[in-house]
């Protein structure tokens, strides 16, 4: 599985867009991207998922350049129940379904 | 609710003692995770089972093991316990796809605590 690096930390104020990006480098042709959601105590929740260019569902947008080496999840409108760690994922697991999480990106949304 | 259930909520033990947590995937998933979530260690993937067999293993200790039942409910097993195994165990389950990546549904998880 291709590694991974985004920010440790990121602040917002609610009503605010936050984008997150995430570095990926090694990411290899089968690799997809995916973007999951912890919130403290509880599971990590999937979010989003894509291959190249834009994919946009009902809590966010990715964007993915033409190169994949990095991605950008992205926000609207934040509020302050966004405030939670979101990891960042690369690879094809189809067939082998381990995930590398790493440290993930601590969003802090203010009021 | 991601339909994946996990007991008992909280478990607290004492050094040297086994423990056995319990997973229910979502109706009709073949695949189930354990993941270790430790403040210094952050989420950590441990094992994967697929319709009863190992499938993947990750940063699963020795004095840990795992199983997947016909009803695919599985238990993680953990032995000679430290203090350094109190973490949050979670349980995950996907269903397979021929692409991309298996979205995960992940339980509430299990706190254990070791004393």
């Known amino acids: 599985l291709a590694k991974t690096t985004q920010p440790i930390s990121m602040d917002s104020y609610e009503g605010q867009e936050v984008n997150i990006t995430c570095s990926h480098n090694?990411?290899?042709?089968?690799?997809?991207i995916t973007w999951y959601q912890q919130f403290p105590s509880q599971g990590p929740r999937f979010i989003i998922q894509?291959?190249?260019t834009k994919v946009t569902n009902e809590v966010a947008s990715l964007f993915i350049p033409a190169d994949r080496k990095s991605s950008t999840l992205s926000l609207p409108r934040v509020s302050l129940s966004d405030t939670a760690v979101y990891y960042c994922?690369?690879?094809?697991?189809?067939?082998?379904?381990?995930?590398?999480f790493g440290r993930g990106t601590q969003l802090t949304v203010w009021p | 609710d991601s339909g994946v259930t996990q007991t008992p909520k909280h478990l607290i033990t004492a050094t040297g003692q086994r423990v056995t947590l319990r997973c229910s995937p979502r109706?009709?998933?073949?695949?189930v995770y354990w993941y270790q979530q430790s403040l210094d260690q952050g989420l950590q993937f441990l094992i994967q089972?697929?319709?009863?067999?190992?499938?993947a293993k990750g940063n699963i200790l020795e004095r840990f093991s795992a199983q997947q039942f016909p009803d695919l409910h599985s238990e993680l097993n953990l032995s000679s316990l430290e203090l350094g195994d109190s973490a949050l165990y979670f349980c995950?389950?996907?269903?397979?796809?021929?692409?991309?990546?298996?979205?995960?549904?992940f339980g509430p998880g299990t706190r254990l605590t070791v004393l």
């Open positions: 995950a389950s996907s269903v397979d796809r021929d692409r991309g990546h298996n979205e995960q549904f």
């Open positions: 090694n990411i290899a042709t089968n690799d997809y």
């Open positions: 894509g291959y190249k």
């Open positions: 994922l690369v690879g094809e697991d189809s067939t082998l379904g381990r995930l590398y």
């Open positions: 109706s009709g998933d073949l695949s």
């Open positions: 089972y697929y319709n009863g067999e190992e499938r």
